[in-house]
């Protein structure tokens, strides 16, 4: 039975997905779109540790501990946008959706290299689907900007699996012992650098993150929403399953840590130039998930394993909650919502939680990550985050006013906003025993609440000065460095492109392919004749 | 059962009508599927002697797994092609056969038994046959629809395939001459040590590639492609190419005594590398949609080269077991179906909107779901993403590249893979996007056509259904016994 459920996380959305070719069952697909994500939620609660093999497809799954809890938090998400999608007239955009949803559930529950990589395709690859529905004058930028980077990943990431398969004596294909032999791998440096390549420009590691803020903004509301909460987590289910925690390699681990803080106080910084709230969200993920990546960083370093996959998970399912909740909320705050004004405060709750105010989810998970960062720079770094988390999050609130929210969505909008924000602030307590085995009770001591609420007192004074000084924000244009990007590589490629238009031309010419023609026979007669 | 190999070349002999076609097909695909299977039952290669003359006077056909794969192969694809053509190329109203209709027919027919005996003979000679067979037929298709243009693709085609023929049978005279014998057990046999065996070999490749289009002789490749009809480039892309193909293949791993040896391996895949990079880019910079599929192939065909290095290169296995022999002719199927249902599906596109500009694929989508499909589900094995034949194939040869601890065809194949996924994306973004112009109405048995190339595409991703090993099926029937007819 919990097998079986397993099996449907992916196959009831790609049953429905089926069922949606006929067009006359379509309208029906649309209403029960949230039970689509259900098994995922319900193999979170009742699966854990079941393996299901499909022999005839090769098709290995099985739900780890960290798997479950972001399962969990993703089916969630899920299920409660989806209903915001009952009115939409894209009959397309809920094939996407279908689509991306089986892929962004199925990488938590996938075992091999080949159905990971399967899994993680489909949800990097028909997001496309869900980004092009937009329709602002970006949307063909964010486009092409997003799949060349998803595409450029998904090669670092080939390879990266290809050096595992080989890496591996029996040349299992379960990630589990091709991880296992990854630290004997005669290529190991490689495919850390590869891994940390390609699941860093999923979650939006400097300089990776610039699709981040190019189609947040552009993609429908609930597309963000998902995008931001559920489907960037395929990035941190790999970083959790393919790095090798449990062995120290302190090298690879501190370059990490480096790279992830980086990103962290880079997209504090670049965020708070941002005018659109959609935007000020699309950094803050990549300032959070830049913390998840020194956290990858600083397990790798001390070799803690489990526990710190585990915190990482939980760090990031909570975010998954947060960041859905806030997509979610944004419908609600528009022009014309002024009477809904009342929102503003829980709004904020849920915003800072993500700075870990607390009392709120966002705590716990900082309390969670503590061992996990240490006490030394990396710890005191933590606290730095926590503190730009705070100055991005009131930088979100007061661009809230300027929302030109996109109305169409309302409706499903204040439900989705409710539970993911109920959610976002009780699961982490309840869910915190069983996950990691430390009692509530030991977070809420008298110092431990002093030193979470320090930063955040901090940084609100340090926003009221800014506001109250009036001193000019620059605006950056939202993709930061995708500007640069664009003009160092568009000459390139034409100066490439044109060399390629050259090299044919001249080949397809009579004399020269006749010349080559001859030269090909005469040089392998040459070495053929030598012998091998 | 040595009939059958027999029969499945007459039966594809010389047939004039579309009726008669059609039946040939039915029994062509039969034979053709009862081979395979007689060999996967038997477990060992079929041999059957025309006439009961032995080797070296008579002639012998051979059918081991590879030669089953590619009958099958090649049967498969003429009768969908066959199929997606019915409605084109049917007798006309007044009753009469057009043109048009008969040479289409007779050429699909020619090239069917021309492949049928590069496959399975066994016999220098006979191959030459096969491929003027396949050259000759193959060169009318191109230019069916009589324009200027196409005839002077056509004529370049013929010219430089002329020029490859010259060289290949250059090679077997120099066979003939210190072997006396043209069979290819026997000269295996008899050449060991003969430099001339070296150069005749070479001469023959250097023919073959020129006729396999392998850069940089690929210049007749794009205009013939793009220039035929649908139906036609699909064969031409498909099959025709990949018969020269199988010949080098054959050519270095059973004529030549001790195998082709790592340097000249590595030059033939430093070519198919070069193939890769230039094709894929110059796809890339394409406006029509049928020149980008044909410099697709120039870019495919590119990595089937780099079988010789990686099957070389891994020493111990022979190497027809060796991954990298699996990968390439899985590379190999998967190109053939893939490619078959795309140029079909651009043939659909093009009728329906009148042109076949990427830009201007807008509201295809919405118009031709199907043709849509087979084109995205096409582009999806070419980029090699999962789960499709052309991602096996790429997962087998990058395994082989890293355990022959050749890298860098390892980053060709990447670097191929990432430009495809541009031009292949470029091409779906496009026709995703909605359209100015008003689509032109289906006309009958377009349904039948899309569904071909929809069952085409959907064959190239059920090939990544194939376990990720090497297949025991491809090496039935190796290595050649080379004292065949000695006893």
Known sequence: MTTTILAFVVLLPLLLLSCWLAPPLRQAIRTLLPIAPAPGLAAALLSRGTTVELPPLQIHLALTDPGAILLGAASILWIVVSPMLRRATDDRFVAWWLLTMAGSLGVFIAADLVSFYLLFSVVSLSAYGLIAAGSGPGVGRAVSVYVSLAVLGEAFLLLAFILLAVASPTRSLLIADAVAALPGSPWRDLTIACLILGFGLKIGLVPGHVWMPLTYPEAPLPAAAVMSGAAVKSGVIGLILFLPLSSALPAWGHALAVIGFTSALYGVFVGLTQRDPRAVLAYSSVSQMGLVGALAGMALTTGSGAAAAMAIAFYGAHHVLVKGGLFAALP????????????????????????????????????????????????????????????????????????????????????????????????????????????????????????????????????????????????????????????????????????????????????????????????????????? | VPAATALAIIVAGGRWARQVAALGIVVGVGLALALAARVEIDQHAINYVLGGWQPPLGIALRADGLAATMVVLAAVIIAATALYAAPIFGPTTEGGETRASLTFWTCLMAIWSGLAIAFLSNDLFNLYVALELLTFAAVPLVSLDGRSQTLEAALRYLLFALAGSVLYLLGTAIIYGTSATLDIGLVAARGAGQTGLGWAVALMTAGLLAKTALFPLHLWLPRAHAGAPAAASAILSALVVKGSFLIVLRLWFDVLPAGPGLHAATMLGALGAAAILVGSAMALRQERLKLLIAYSTIAQIGYLFLVFPLATGTGATPPWASIAWTGGILQLLAHAFAKAGMFMAAGVAAETLGHDRIDGLGGLAGARPWTFAALAAAGLSLVGLPPSGGFSAKWLMLIASLDAGQWWWAAIILIGGLLAAGYIFRVIDCALRPGESKPKPAAPGTRLREGVALALALTAIGLGLMPLRSSAFLAIGRPLPQEVGLQ
């Not at chain 1, 870990?356 to 985050?385: H, Q, S």
């Not at chain 1, 004074?461 to 506001?467: E, G, H």
């Open chain 1, 332 to 532: 609600l705050l528009g022009h014309e919502a002024r009477a809904e004004r009342h929102l503003l405060l829980p709004v904020a709750i849920i915003a800072l939680s993500l700075a870990g105010l607390p009392l709120t989810g966002g705590y716990v998970a900082k309390a969670v990550i503590k061992p996990v960062l240490g006490d030394g720079l990396a710890g005191t770094m933590g606290m730095v985050a926590s503190a730009g988390s705070t100055l991005l999050m009131l930088h979100f609130l007061r661009r809230l006013e300027g929302v030109e929210a996109a109305a169409r969505w309302r409706s499903g909008a204040a439900l989705a906003w409710w539970t993911l924000a109920g959610a976002a602030t009780a699961l982490p307590w309840i869910v915190l025993r069983p996950a990691t085995g430390s009692t509530p009770g030991a977070a809420l001591s008298i110092g431990a609440l002093a030193e979470a609420a320090a930063p955040i007192i901090a940084s609100a004074v340090v926003t009221a000065a800014l506001s109250a000084s009036r001193i000019a924000i620059p605006t950056v244009p939202s993709g930061d460095v995708a500007g640069l990007a664009d003009r160092g590589l568009a000459p390139l490629s034409r100066v490439l492109g044109k060399a390629m238009a050259r090299t044919d031309e001249t080949t397809r010419q009579w004399p020269v392919a006749c010349i080559a023609l001859l030269v090909i026979a005469l040089v392998l007669g040459a070495t053929l004749a030598a012998g091998p």
